[in-house]
């Protein structure tokens, strides 16, 4: 069996991508529009090595202290991957954050944003920051809800000095994902933000519909999670 067969790693990203292009076709949108962010979380650096080798250079990993075990050895052999933390932070995560990734998709409250904007200036570096909207008002949800989203933008540049780059979303495991990117979409819009992170393995189409520019697609590319 060939390394990029259909039901390996490299065969699933090679799959991935092609829908993702046949899903900005389909929006009109332009070819490359949309960044494909694999979610590597629980899965090994052997795991995730075939599916750098086949030229994926941007993953998605939920927990801080996961990736800093990870992501240092295989950035040796490979400078230009590049690291989204799309999990939630915790406030004594921030310095290990903003020293291992290039984009935060999970800025939710004051104390992080806090946290964010003093480590970005004491490390000098430069993130991508995505504020995470709790589309469905879960309770058990991170994210800040939908009527909050403009106050807490305005607090993010205005207060924090934060340069926010985009909203973030995870819709409800019970309900149609479509309204929610729909919900997303125009706060994006109402606010000039450019970037929407939106979509996962089994939505990630509908979100480009939408207007996803960052799609995080794990299990549809690296298999199941024990």
Not at 73 to 98: C, M, T, Y
Not at 104 to 132: C, N, S
Not at 169 to 192: E, G, T
Request: include cysteine.
């Amino acid at each position: 069996m060939s390394a990029n067969s259909a039901d390996s790693a490299p065969g699933r990203l090679a799959e991935v991508r092609s829908r993702i292009a046949i899903a900005e076709s389909a929006a009109g949108r332009p070819a490359g529009s949309v960044k494909l962010i694999a979610v590597s979380k629980t899965f090994e650096s052997e795991e995730i090595l075939p599916v750098i080798q086949a030229g994926q250079r941007v993953f998605g990993e939920n927990r801080v202290q996961e990736a800093k075990g990870k992501w240092p050895g295989l950035r040796g052999g490979f400078p230009d991957l590049e690291l989204h933390l799309i999990g939630p932070l915790q406030s004594n995560k921030v310095s290990d954050a903003v020293a291992l990734f290039d984009a935060i998709h999970t800025v939710d409250r004051d104390k992080i944003a806090a946290g964010l904007a003093a480590e970005i200036l004491k490390q000098g570096r430069a993130l991508r920051l995505f504020v995470q909207v709790n589309t469905g008002a879960e309770p058990q949800k991170a994210g800040v809800l939908a009527e909050d989203v403009d106050a807490f933008v305005g607090r993010c540049r205005d207060v924090h000095r934060l340069i926010v780059n985009g909203l973030m979303c995870i819709p409800p495991v019970d309900q149609a994902p479509a309204p929610h990117f729909a919900l997303l979409a125009k706060i994006a819009q109402r606010l000039d933000l450019p970037s929407l992170s939106m979509g996962m393995s089994s939505d990630y189409e509908a979100a480009i519909a939408f207007g996803a520019t960052h799609v995080r697609v794990g299990s549809a590319i690296f298999g199941s999670r024990s």
